[in-house]
């Protein structure tokens, strides 16, 4: 899971150095995210949306304000059916190739350490850093 936020509901700075995020979110502009919003009502999400997201669902793209919530799920594909016979299959999928894409040219830069991953990330990590050949690396912290 991973989340967006627009610009002028919190900084990035709040955003980015908060350890306690579960999602990865990322800040983006008002206008960028508009523009978002805009992609997604035009490919049908709100009037397809529902007030909770299904539990049988495998793919969910969800709009959250204080004050109301959208869930859309992916379709369940037909095999047997060509994609564009799929009512909603479509948009979905192009609505969840705008929103990585928008998701994935913004950066960010969280806070944490090393300590931040999961102890088996860390092994690899240290791992990594001990084979033969690894370049050399801080060890301060």
């Known amino acids: 899971m991973f989340a967006m936020q627009n610009l ?3 900084s990035r700075n709040e955003v980015y150095r908060d350890p306690g ?17 805009d992609a997604l009502a035009d490919r049908g999400m709100f009037a397809r949306a529902t007030p909770q997201a299904p539990a049988e669902a495998r793919a969910v793209i969800a709009v959250e304000t204080p ?8 379709p369940a594909v037909d095999p047997l059916r060509a994609a564009d016979q799929q009512p909603g299959l479509r948009e979905f999928d192009e609505a969840r190739g705008y929103i990585l894409a928008v998701y994935n040219s913004e950066m960010s830069f969280h806070a944490g350490t090393i300590d931040s991953f999961a102890p088996e990330v860390r092994k690899q990590i240290d791992d990594a850093r001990k084979a033969p050949g690894a370049p050399a690396t801080r060890t301060d912290k």
């Open 8 to 10: 002028s509901s919190g």
């Open 21 to 37: 995020a579960t999602a990865q979110p990322k800040v983006v502009r008002d206008p960028d995210l508009q523009t978002l919003l």
């Open 67 to 74: 004050d109301r919530s959208w869930f859309w799920a992916r």
